[in-house]
């Protein structure tokens, strides 16, 4: 990637969500620093216009194109010069027009595969929230940020906690690592007694102690599904093998991620559990800038305390994560497999469709009865995720009928 001259003009895929939305805050605060090129929505249509209001993007996508004409007609109305795109190819036109330095990848599931594959193959500094590049991608997405040349920076708290603990040359890392150590919260059920999860609300489920975050990572949080993502996704980004990641449940979340190197030193970054710390480093890499997160007091800072995932009941409240290290072991393309059917589980879960501690059992069956091919390109990708979903689907209407 060359070297930006001006203002970075970033584009940021998914603004009306958490991530998106942190992302605007910070670039607000550097503003001869940034410039917003595009933004992207599902479906928030009024709030995806005031932040065109705000911060006057060259182009705003929206999936749907009923979505699509209300904001241009209504930015048509207050005499706003954005151009509105629609569906899934302007996602991938804004993410890889040469008049773009920076793409923020924050659509969350696989519907953000595809532009995350187009800004690595435009050679793009990639600020990486989307799992499913990694989890879903695996080879096929970091074959398209080699070819490309594409600057690769993990936004997930735990990763870019890792990225800032190892050392600035990735040819070392090999050689010194011990392993990784992946950082979790526990969620919201980490004292309750396991047997009870079948009673559990979504509303309960998507009330995380520490963070804020959308419906669908906030069940990933509670079922731990989202360290299972976060563990794949390490593998790839740096390089290790399966038994060099290793997971610690930190309930304080100040902790966010460790290295331990061969000399048996542990290098950790801390942080308040703020996503607007690593969203600040990823856009001023190798530099830092404020974040306009709080700073760590250590003189007020309650004691850090740290559980072991194969005890306290763990393995019985959340199944799912040995799942996770076993899909690593599996057929590539199995990633997909699992990322799929937890799309599909959670949704039937946040529909009132399946209990909560059916979501592992529609994974654990969609994996079994699925070995896919071994994917090569973006359509072999999306071939195994439509038939998992089918699959999982199908497991969810024999659990619900």
């Known amino acids: 990637m060359s070297e930006v001259q001006g203002p970075m003009r970033v584009t940021v895929l998914g603004s009306t969500g958490s991530i998106g939305t942190s992302t605007l805050d910070v670039m607000a605060r550097h503003p001869?620093?940034?410039?917003v090129f595009a933004l992207s929505a599902s479906r928030q249509v009024d709030l995806l216009f005031e932040q065109c209001v705000r911060f006057r993007p060259r182009f705003a996508v929206m999936v749907q194109p009923e979505h699509a004409r209300t904001l241009q007609e209504k930015l048509k109305a207050h005499g706003l010069g954005t151009q509105v795109l629609a569906g899934p190819q302007a996602l991938d036109e804004v993410s890889s027009t040469s008049e773009v330095d920076a793409v923020m990848a924050a659509i969350v599931g696989a519907a953000g595969l595809s532009p995350c594959l187009a800004a690595a193959r435009a050679g793009k500094r990639l600020l990486l929230a989307n799992k499913?590049?990694?989890v879903v991608g695996g080879e096929v997405f970091l074959s398209a940020v080699r070819q490309g040349g594409a600057t690769?920076?993990?936004?997930?708290?735990e990763h870019s906690a890792i990225f800032q603990s190892l050392p600035e040359d990735p040819g070392t890392w090999q050689a010194r690592i011990d392993k990784i150590i992946l950082t979790a919260s526990g969620g919201p059920f980490r004292q309750r007694d396991p047997d009870s999860l079948r009673d559990v609300t979504p509303a309960q489920a998507c009330a995380h102690p520490n963070w804020s975050m959308g419906r669908k990572i906030s069940v990933d949080s509670a079922t731990m599904m989202n360290k299972v993502l976060e563990v794949i996704e390490a593998k790839y980004l740096f390089g290790v093998a399966v038994d060099q990641l290793d997971v610690?449940?930190?309930?304080?979340?100040i902790i966010h991620s460790m290295v331990q190197y061969k000399d048996a030193s542990v290098v950790a970054q801390l942080g308040t559990p703020d996503m607007r710390v690593p969203i600040a480093y990823g856009l001023s890499w190798p530099e830092r800038m404020l974040s306009g997160a709080s700073s760590?007091?250590?003189g007020q800072l309650q004691a850090m305390t740290f559980e072991s995932i194969h005890a306290h009941g763990h393995p019985q409240r959340y199944p799912g994560l040995m799942l996770g290290f076993?899909?690593?072991?599996?057929t590539p393309g199995s990633c997909a497999v699992?990322?799929?059917?937890?799309?599909?589980?959670v949704q039937a879960f946040l529909d009132g469709e399946i209990r909560f501690d059916q979501i592992h059992a529609v994974n654990a069956a969609t994996l079994d009865g699925?070995?896919?091919a071994v994917p090569q390109a973006l359509a072999d990708l999306l071939d195994i995720d439509h038939e998992a979903r089918r699959r999982a689907q199908a497991m969810v209407h024999r659990l619900a009928a």
């Open 32 to 35: 001869e620093r940034f410039e």
């Open 370 to 372: 699925f070995s896919p």
């Open 326 to 330: 076993e899909t690593l072991r599996a």
């Open 132 to 134: 499913e590049a990694l």
């Open 296 to 298: 760590l007091d250590f």
């Open 338 to 345: 699992l990322n799929a059917a937890n799309e599909v589980a």
């Open 152 to 157: 690769l920076l993990p936004i997930d708290s």
């Open 248 to 253: 610690v449940i930190h309930p304080q979340s």
